[in-house]
């Protein structure tokens, strides 16, 4: 699960990570108030109104402004409010806005250079340990800091029987260039990092940039914090902060019939049982000379009511052009998955496109029987090669 | 020989006399495996499925001479059931619970690396040798006994590549699930190297998954020291980037992640590598031949 970059912030101001000071608004006004409260607490004009949507590149899209006064908070605050903001991470329709974060300005000319760096908390797969990754070169997208200079790419490993050690957090602000009170600083915030990065189960925090102020300050500017879903049952706090505005409504949907859906851009849906099977599934509609138009996980209940839902959720797209359902029946029996697609296919009554039906593993004969005699226009399949042709032949 | 698995394991079940432990149990049982009994703390001393249920793993350990563990606890408990098992001396912990926290299984993996024991999943179908025993939820009768050794990110998926290889009248030697999850305890390559020095094994199948570098660790190893034929799918050609698509590990991170990218190292490395899922079987026997 994502977070805003606000709640993610407010999480970090928990474990006493320094950040970029911000308030929330919903409107113009609130907006204005909020930088009424910033100026009066740090004294400055100067302000950043950031949109807060779950995607990165906001800035190039014209989601991220400096305001020069209170009033001019408001003028932005009210054309980012209620805008589509397209960013490379979004798609063309865009995100709409609906919060904005009113923050600090922490660019202030001073005793030393502002600098900006890169840290981020993940898990590194082949070791299964978390990494600390981090990097001189922040406030770029670090994909292409990775690709052009990997040498500016440096790793701190954790051991999870202690955690990340004093000695890390040294490593990392010498790799960082700092030195005096910013050295000292990095000590400080480091340990928080990670402490927050446990104690929510996350399994991404990205800061991008982490900040050296012209004081030598360390703070957290940006924050992209991300939680491991199989972890939210013990973290209600967390699990809280869910934007549904932020999720496609067709997969929350398709979560209440525990269906993992995912839409794709293609021409032909897809009903499959199990993540593998589907992602293969997908596979051999691309060979077959079609596009898958989704992922569809009926995961082990594949009966007439999940079927239902699924092809409910997959004729919305009226780009779909036919369906293949793809069953492989191990502990569930085809027979019964064969009479759950005649009853949702003569519930929903018309659907207006071609069903191929693939139904494999115990009783898969049966089956077979069952939608040939159904007397609908249903094309039936056992093995997975004529299932692929069966696809080819409804798209010519 | 056969891997991991064979007619004298002795297996217990934790997560017994929950619905998914019983259920699967029985289907154990009914296909031959020797299962002697099943860990449910606070229900030690009591009979399920007419076999002893104990309070814990180094009870049943003691009084089964149980080797092999299979566990269907949910997931909040599931890691601590997995610590328990190896501390009890389990030599085979194969973990089918799907849903475990990853910071809870960064913690197993570091707990486990100095512990005399293999972990198998979590998040995976189990292991089938096949006429001999069958740990884990996968169907029984798919299956046939055979040469064929066969290595899995996903279920059903690995159901359908049994199939078409016991269509064709091949069998299978040992087929392991080594689990969807960003953390596994055996990778594809440890699952390789079973299976590439095991002398009933006369081909193996690798079943892989966008996400990841496990396929292509196991690549670079099988260009090195291949014995036998190796054939390769990769899942997810169509998948989009950044969409996690099904299992917490079938992730598109980077370049080197995608199917694309594993296939081609895959084939650089002498790997038969399968563009369509339904040609799985058929690309077998012809590397047989």
Redesign the interface.
């Known amino acids: 699960m994502n977070l805003h970059e606000y709640q993610g912030k407010s999480i970090l101001k928990s474990y006493n990570v320094h950040i970029q000071e911000g308030i929330l608004a919903e409107t113009p006004d609130q907006a204005i108030l909020a930088a009424e409260q910033l100026k009066e607490k740090y004294g400055s004009d100067f302000f950043v109104i950031k949109a807060q949507i779950h995607a990165g590149g906001r800035g190039k899209g014209g989601g991220v402004k400096l305001a020069r006064s209170v009033k001019e908070v408001g003028e932005i605050a009210d054309k980012i409010l209620g805008m589509q903001l397209v960013t490379p991470q979004t798609g063309s329709e865009g995100k709409r806005v609906r919060k904005v974060l009113v923050t600090q300005d922490v660019y202030y000319p001073g005793e030393s250079e502002t600098r900006e760096f890169y840290i981020s908390i993940l ?1 590194d ?2 070791s ?3 990494v600390v990754m981090y990097s001189p070169e922040g406030g770029m997208d670090i ?1 292409a800091v990775a690709e052009k200079t990997p040498h500016l790419i440096f790793k701190e490993f954790i ?3 202690v955690g990340l050690l004093p000695f890390q957090s040294r490593q990392i602000a010498f790799n960082l260039g700092l030195s005096g009170a910013a050295f000292k600083d990095m000590q400080k915030f480091m340990p928080g990092l990670y402490k927050a990065f ?1 104690g929510t ?1 996350a ?1 991404l925090i990205e800061i991008n940039p982490v900040l050296k102020t012209s004081d030598n300050k360390i703070l957290a500017v940006d924050c992209k914090f991300s939680i ?4 939210l ?2 973290q209600p706090d967390i699990a809280s902060m869910r934007d549904i505005f932020e999720e496609d409504s067709t997969e929350i949907e398709a979560g209440k019939f525990n269906l ?1 859906f ?1 839409k ?1 851009d ?1 021409n032909v849906g897809c009903m ?16 077959s000379g079609g ?2 138009a989704n ?1 569809l ?1 009926v995961g082990g209940a594949a009966n007439a009511e999940t079927v239902e839902a699924g092809f409910r959720i997959i004729m919305r797209d009226p780009s779909v052009k036919a369906i293949l359902i793809n069953i ?4 569930v029996r085809c027979d019964r998955v064969a009479n759950g697609v005649v009853e949702a296919c003569k519930s929903i009554g018309d659907l207006s496109v071609p069903v191929i039906v693939r139904l ?3 009783n898969a004969e049966e089956a077979k029987v069952i939608i040939d005699n159904s007397g609908l226009e249903v094309f039936s399949a056992i ?3 004529d ?2 042709n069966r696809v080819k032949e409804v798209l010519n | 020989m056969s891997v991991l698995l064979n007619k004298d394991s002795k297996i217990i079940v934790q997560g017994f006399t929950g619905s998914e432990g019983t259920f699967h149990a029985q ?1 154990m049982i009914e296909y031959g495996s020797d299962i002697v009994g099943g860990v449910t703390p606070g229900k030690g001393g009591q009979r399920h499925l007419g076999l002893p249920v104990f309070n814990s793993v180094s009870d049943a350990v003691k009084k089964t001479s149980a080797d092999v563990s299979v566990i269907f606890v949910p ?2 408990f599931a890691a601590d059931a997995i610590m328990e098992a190896a501390d009890a001396g389990i030599k085979l912990i194969i973990t089918i619970t799907e ?5 809870d ?3 197993v ?2 707990y486990l690396k100095d512990k005399d024991c293999r972990l198998i999943g979590p998040n995976c179908p189990g292991i089938i040798t096949p006429d001999e025993a069958k740990v884990g ?3 029984g ?2 299956h046939k006994k055979g040469g064929v050794g066969i290595i ?9 590549a049994v ?2 290889v016991s269509r064709l009248g091949l069998g299978q030697s040992t087929c392991i699930g080594i689990g ?1 999850d ?2 596994v305890g055996t990778t594809t390559l440890d699952a390789v190297k079973l299976m590439m020095s095991d002398d009933e094994t006369e081909a193996i199948i690798i ?1 892989g ?2 996400g ?2 496990m396929e292509t ?1 196991a690549a670079y190893w099988i260009k090195e020291n291949r014995t036998k034929p190796v054939i390769g ?1 990769i ?6 980037k950044g ?1 996690r ?6 992730i598109i991170g ?1 370049k080197a992640d995608t ?1 694309e990218a594993k296939m081609a190292i895959m084939k650089e490395c002498g790997i038969h590598v399968v ?5 799985i079987g058929k690309t077998v026997a012809e590397a047989l031949k």
């Open positions: 898990l797969r082949n299964g340990r978390y994909e051991d999870p029987a446990l189960d399994q491991d879903d199989s972890a049952f013990r993992n995912i794709l293609g499959v049982n199990g993540a593998g099977l589907a992602m293969a599934t997908m596979d051999l509609i691309k060979l596009d898958p992922f996980d492989f029946g191990g502990i494999q593993g115990t093995s997975f090669e299932a692929a | 289907q997931p909040p849903g475990i926290p990853v910071s299984m960064v913690k993996k570091d939820i996968m169907p009768f798919i899995s990110r996903s279920g059903t998926l690995t159901y359908e199939d078409q969807g960003p953390i079943i998954e966008i990841g570098n660790d799918f899942a997810g050609q169509t998948a989009p969409r698509m099904g299992h917490a590990g079938a980077g199917a563009e369509s899922p339904a040609d």
